[in-house]
């Protein structure tokens, strides 16, 4: 059983969607539990991913094709673990902000946290700063994450927590920040609960922040 997790894992890091996905339904097929698929095998690679991203042996098209293989192991695990009430470490809503159209960071900081065990709702680019209070207010969600690229919007930042704020929201969630032009006085200076420079690294503050 513990070599079709290997295979799994290795699929993950590799970036083979493909194998991934057979190794997936095979151990399912084999009676795996969900769970342990999903923790010891495509977690457990993601992380893997993530470290390598951290030492420089990875780059982002090696995180993008690992984070999409993942996915698809992930899709056929959904069923199961929603049947088996397996509960995600948090739930995250993620959006890139208000007059920004760039996603591709947003959307690889999306899949690691997807891959560190969160359930991800992805709200899109060009999110107004209403859209993200609307979702802290529905409940249920423990991070909102904002993810700017241009020196233009990231005020915008600053105003989905003021929003938040005046919504008596602000309280219900922790807020994380990133894009190529934020930086860590940015985030304190707005009042954000955290700030991380790249996907792997948000995915581990995350964590920490539903810890
Ligand atoms: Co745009 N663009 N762009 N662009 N673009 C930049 C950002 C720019 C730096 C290029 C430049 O001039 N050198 C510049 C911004 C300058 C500035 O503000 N200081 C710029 C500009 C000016 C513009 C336009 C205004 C150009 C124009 O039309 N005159 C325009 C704006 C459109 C708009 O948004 N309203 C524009 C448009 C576009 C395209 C549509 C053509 C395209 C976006 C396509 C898409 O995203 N679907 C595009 C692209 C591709 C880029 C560059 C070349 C690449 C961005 C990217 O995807 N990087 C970019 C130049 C550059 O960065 N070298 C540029 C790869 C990605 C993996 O990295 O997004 O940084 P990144 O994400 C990282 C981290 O930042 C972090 O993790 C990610 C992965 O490790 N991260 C987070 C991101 N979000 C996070 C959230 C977190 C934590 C970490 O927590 C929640």
Redesign the pocket.
Known sequence: MDDILTAIRTAVIQGNAGEVESQVKAALEGGMAPKSILDHALIDGMREVGAKFEEGEFF?PEMLVAARAMKGGLTLLRPRLIEEAVEPLGRVV?GTVR????????N??GMMMEGAGFEVKDLGVNVAPEQFVDAAKAGDVDII???A????TMPNMADVIKKLDDAGARQKVKV??????VTEAFAQRIGADGF?????Q?ATLAKSLVA
């Open positions: 982002v993620i007059g920004d159209m760039h996603d591709i960071g947003k690889l900081v994450a904002l993810s690229l241009l020196t233009t994380l920040v990133g894009g190529a032009p991380a420079p790249d996907a792997s948000a």
